[in-house]
């Protein structure tokens, strides 16, 4: 089933049509610049733009950076927060004249990666983290998801908010070299393992694609693994997660 799949980011907006078989890109990847101020009325009309750019009238499955309960965003840490308890799945799906579904990016990112990734087979607890604007947070317990869990937002020892101290906005804002950047993530991660010891841990997000520039840096016991997508880990989550909700509305 082909699915237009979109990663809401708070830097960039990317979507690319997806094989929901197979989790492959069948088109290439189409980015735009996030709007700012990244309100609801401009973030639908660039999901608009990307359904012009590839003349698509399916389904539309989209990361998007927040909490979500059905439908509706409850967090805004990277957006507009004009957008906590609207209907995003009608604002978007009015936009752009195609049935849109939305989901917490980072859950998103973690369908993909359990589906046809590092987390294919993984039984106990997986944790994915999205290295982005943000750090955004997904568990898995023998593959079953537990939702908008939110813990780039935890307090470090040192009295910051996690993706304040260890995004990768904060490693490029500050131009931290990866070295200087990786020690402040091993921080965060250490934090996450004292917390929740997941038998594995993977990473999506831009950041994910340099993995081997900071991985020495990090010390903590569990497996640590670069996202098998990368950065389109979002986009392939997000069109699987509007086939599984297209399949529900269907029965």
Not at 9 to 16: D, L, N, R
Not at 25 to 46: C, F, G, K, N, S
Not at 115 to 144: A, C, M, N, P, R
């Amino acid at each position: 089933m082909l699915i237009l799949g979109v990663d809401i980011g708070g830097s960039g907006i990317k979507g690319a049509v997806v094989d929901t078989v197979t989790g492959e890109l069948v088109t290439e990847r189409y980015r735009i610049d996030t709007p700012q101020p990244a309100t609801p009325e401009a973030i639908a009309a660039i999901l608009a733009q990307l359904v012009i750019h590839f003349n698509w009238s399916g389904l539309v499955g989209c990361g998007f950076p927040a909490a979500i309960q059905h439908g509706i965003p409850r967090t805004a840490a990277n957006i507009s927060t004009s957008f906590i308890g609207i209907n995003i799945d009608r604002l978007f799906s009015e936009a752009t004249k195609c049935s849109c579904y939305s989901v917490n990016d980072a859950d998103a990112a973690g369908m993909a990666e359990m589906h046809f990734g590092e987390g294919v087979g993984q039984s106990g607890v997986v944790l994915l983290i999205t290295v982005g604007t943000g750090l955004g947070t997904v568990f898995f317990s023998d593959g079953k998801l537990l939702p908008n869990t939110e813990l780039g937002h935890v307090y470090l020892k040192n009295g910051k908010k996690a993706e304040h101290h260890a995004s990768d906005a904060v490693r490029k804002n500050k131009d931290l070299s990866w070295k200087v950047w990786g020690k402040r993530f091993n921080t965060y991660l250490i934090q996450m393992e004292a917390l929740f010891w997941p038998d594995l841990i993977i990473l999506g997000g831009g950041a994910s694609k340099k993995f081997n520039k900071f991985n020495k840096q990090i010390t903590v016991d569990a497996p640590v693994k670069p996202a098998a997508f990368l950065n389109q880990a979002g986009i392939v989550g997000a069109a699987l997660y509007a086939q599984s909700k297209n399949t529900l509305t269907d029965n």
